[in-house]
């Protein structure tokens, strides 16, 4: 099986520093979804693994979150593309949960249910935060940073392409770096 495990807010779309609380603000980044349809007709299954730390703080209830996911459904379907599954963490950070990322629960929960070993499969975790990808490294994954949401920021001092030797700003070692999710797309269609 070739699986990919995607980030959600800042990787897939647009974050926001109050929380996307809504289906209206929940907002595709451009090419997101379309990056995601061509690994999906290039056989890759994709699975989100997100913290929505939201619900646990009331900002938002698991209907809104749901409905997030039903138009994030919707807009993949209509470009040709899937999510096979999303897991999340509706925990605060403050309840010290196994499943809130950088903690490995939720990859732990991917690889489980759909019967993968990392140690022995390459999956690929795409993130737009350090604790993403710590997580990614823990379960075994490969981890690759986008330049998009939190990440936006480093774009003067990271490129794409780039691979990093060593962990640097609690990236792990081996992170590839790409300019957004379509660019990762290309780097691991390329031959």
Not at 51 to 69: E, I, K, P, T, V
Not at 123 to 149: E, F, I, K, M, Y
Not at 166 to 176: C, K, M, N, V
Request: charged fraction near 25%; proline fraction near 6%; charge should be neutral.
């Amino acid at each position: 099986m070739k699986l990919i495990i995607l980030d959600r807010d800042g990787t897939i779309n647009e974050d926001r520093d109050d929380y996307v609380k809504s289906p209206a603000e929940w907002l595709p980044i451009p090419g997101a979804l379309e990056a995601i349809a061509r690994l999906n007709q290039a056989g890759w299954r994709v699975v989100v693994a997100t913290n929505q730390s939201g619900l646990g703080r009331g900002l938002f209830d698991a209907a809104a979150l749901n409905a997030m996911h039903a138009k994030m459904h919707k807009l993949l379907a209509a470009v040709g593309g899937k999510v096979d599954a999303v897991f999340f963490c509706p925990h605060r950070p403050e309840e010290k949960c196994n499943c809130r990322k950088p903690a490995p629960g939720l990859f732990v929960q991917i690889l489980d249910r759909f019967g993968v070993n990392a140690q022995e499969v390459e999956v690929h975790a795409v993130g737009d935060t350090a604790r993403d990808l710590q997580a990614a490294a823990a379960a075994h994954c490969h981890p690759h940073l986008v330049l998009t949401g939190k990440a936006l920021a480093l774009r003067d001092q990271l490129q794409d392409g780039q691979q990093l030797p060593h962990e640097r700003d609690g990236l792990p070692a081996s992170t590839r770096i790409h300019t957004d999710l379509a660019a990762f797309a290309r780097h691991l269609l390329t031959p």
